[in-house]
């Protein structure tokens, strides 16, 4: 597709579980983003990619999360055992980098019970 | 780190009178300023943006305005629509560092 793909949409999963989800990103965007809103709330910046790498994971909030991008393409953001204060809408988007415009994903709504 | 700051976190106004939010950076090197508008349900999409070569830019019903010095930008909206009610973002970055950094939202609400 044209735009930034995220899936799955919407996540309900147990606490204590596994989820990882999945970011496809415009082709040819070098740079990827992970953010994080919870409801009614701002933008919460999580880690970002230049190609496979990731030069600022200073925003992932704990040891349980974790990401990853292989082939300069599809980012996975993996959050173990799940807590009920994961949950939140996860946002990905991806640009050309280097300020230039950053195009958002639907988002993967994640619900922990 | 960048930090950006964004100013009213919630703004109503009338149907047809203006809406301005305002935004301070702390990175004097950031010079890649836009602006996004998510509405319910959706990603946020951009809608314009300000590079530190120019003070000011307008699209139709929409300006941004900076000023370096002073490390702070504004969005305007004027003539506003039911359709503009929204939660909007400002965001900061530099040409040489892929990080973009966003400011807290404001709520927008437009009043028949």
């Known amino acids: 597709g044209a735009g930034v793909s995220q899936s799955p949409s919407n996540k309900v999963t147990e606490k204590g579980k596994d989820v990882e989800l999945r970011c496809d990103p415009i082709s040819g965007h070098t740079a990827l983003y992970w953010y994080r809103q919870s409801l009614g709330q701002g933008l919460e910046f999580l880690i970002y990619f230049q190609g496979n790498s990731a030069p600022d994971k200073s925003g992932l909030p704990s040891d349980r999360f974790s990401a990853e991008r292989t082939g300069g393409s599809v980012s996975t953001l993996t959050i173990q055992r799940t807590q009920q204060e994961d949950s939140a809408v996860y946002l990905c988007?991806?640009?050309?980098?280097?300020?230039?415009?950053?195009?958002f994903g639907q988002g993967t709504r994640l619900t922990v019970v | 780190g960048e930090n950006v700051e964004q100013h009213p976190s919630t703004l109503s106004v009338q149907e047809g009178d203006s809406a301005v939010i305002k935004c301070t950076y702390s990175?004097?090197?950031?010079?890649?300023f836009p602006w996004y508008k998510q509405e319910l349900g959706k990603g946020p999409q951009l809608i314009i943006d300000?590079?530190?070569?120019?003070g000011e830019k307008k699209d139709q019903r929409i300006a941004v305005t900076l000023n370096k010095t002073a490390k702070h930008f504004s969005l305007h909206i004027t003539e506003t629509q039911p359709e503009d009610s929204a939660v909007y973002f400002c965001a900061a970055s530099r040409v040489d560092d892929y990080k973009l950094s966003f400011g807290a939202g404001t709520t927008v609400t437009v009043r028949a």
């Open positions: 300000i590079r530190s070569n120019v």
């Open positions: 988007a991806s640009s050309l980098g280097g300020a230039t415009e950053a195009f």
């Open positions: 990175d004097s090197a950031s010079n890649y």
